[in-house]
T-cell receptor, first 113, second 114 residues
Framework: AQSVTQLDSHVSVSEGTPVLLRCNYS??????LFWYVQHPNKGLQLLLK??????LVKGINGFEAEFKKSETSFHLTKPSAHMSDAAEYFC???????????FGTGTRLQVFP | GAGVSQSPRYKVTKRGQDVALRCDPI?????LYWYRQALGQGPEFLTY????????KSGLPNDRFSAERPEGSISTLTIQRTEQRDSAMYRC????????????FGPGTRLTVL
C-alpha cells in the first residue's frame, strides 16, 4: 500500500533562513507525489507536484521539491522563509490505480521575525 | 463559481440527528472527492465520483455514511444518526477528469456533534 511519512510535526525557522520539510514515501509503483499547503481557516492549496517527469519540481511561492527514488524521499525546500509561509504542509501520494490521495500527518511551519 | 464551494461552513448538531453536507465543484470538473480531516491529522479519503457514478466508497467508515451526485455536478454527503466521533472537518475536492491528479479543494465544513 502507498503511504507517506512526514518526519517532523513542527518546524520553526527565522524569516530569511532556509526551509526544509521532510517527507518519505512508500510505494510499490512509480507514484505521483504532491505538496499541499493549508493556511488557517482556508482550504488546501497545491504547492507542487511530481508525476515522473523532472525530478526537481518547482512550485509556487518559491518552493521546490526533489524526488529521490534511491532515498524514497520528496523533501520540500525554500531558500528563504517569509512570514506568510507559516502554515500546515502536507505531503501526498496517489493510491495505485485510483485517483484518491493519501495524505501525511502534516508539518506545521512557524516563521519567526 | 471560480472554486469549489461547500455548505454549510459550520454545522453543530446533536447526537442522533442526520446531517447533509453539500459540495459544489468547479464547473466542468468530472471527478469529485470527499475527505475527512480530524484535528491534527491529514485528510483521509472517504469516497469519489466520476460524473454521477460512485467509483470508490472504501473510505466511508460505516453504513451511516453515504454520498450521492445524481446529476454529475453537486454532491451531498449524508451522515445518519450522528455520533460524537463524527466531529471533524469534511473536505470536498474536484478535478478536471479521471487520471488528472490535481485536485482543487473547497474550504470544508466543520461538523461538531454534541
Amino acid at each position: 500500500a502507498q503511504s507517506v511519512t512526514q518526519l517532523d510535526s513542527h518546524v520553526s525557522v527565522s524569516e530569511g533562513t532556509p526551509v526544509l520539510l521532510r517527507c518519505n514515501y512508500s510505494s510499490s509503483y512509480s507514484p505521483s507525489l504532491f505538496w499541499y499547503v493549508q493556511h488557517p481557516n482556508k482550504g488546501l492549496q497545491l504547492l507542487l507536484k511530481y508525476t515522473s517527469a523532472a525530478t526537481l519540481v518547482k512550485g509556487i511561492n518559491g518552493f521546490e521539491a526533489e524526488f529521490k527514488k534511491s532515498e524514497t524521499s520528496f523533501h520540500l525546500t525554500k531558500p528563504s522563509a517569509h512570514m506568510s509561509d507559516a502554515a500546515e504542509y502536507f505531503c501526498v501520494v496517489t493510491s495505485y490505480n485510483t485517483d484518491k490521495l493519501i495524505f501525511g500527518t502534516g508539518t506545521r511551519l512557524q516563521v519567526f521575525p | 463559481g471560480a472554486g469549489v464551494s461547500q455548505s454549510p461552513r459550520y454545522k453543530v448538531t446533536k447526537r442522533g440527528q442526520d446531517v447533509a453536507l453539500r459540495c459544489d465543484p468547479i464547473s466542468g470538473h468530472v471527478s469529485l472527492y470527499w475527505y475527512r480531516q480530524a484535528l491534527g491529522q491529514g485528510p483521509e479519503f472517504l469516497t469519489y465520483f466520476n460524473y454521477e457514478a460512485q467509483q470508490d466508497k472504501s473510505g466511508l467508515p460505516n453504513d451511516r455514511f453515504s454520498a450521492e451526485r445524481p446529476e454529475g455536478s453537486i454532491s451531498t454527503l449524508t451522515i445518519q444518526r450522528t455520533e460524537q466521533r463524527d466531529s471533524a472537518m469534511y473536505r470536498c475536492a474536484s478535478s478536471l477528469a479521471p487520471g488528472i491528479n490535481e485536485q482543487f479543494f473547497g474550504p470544508g465544513t466543520r461538523l461538531t456533534v454534541l
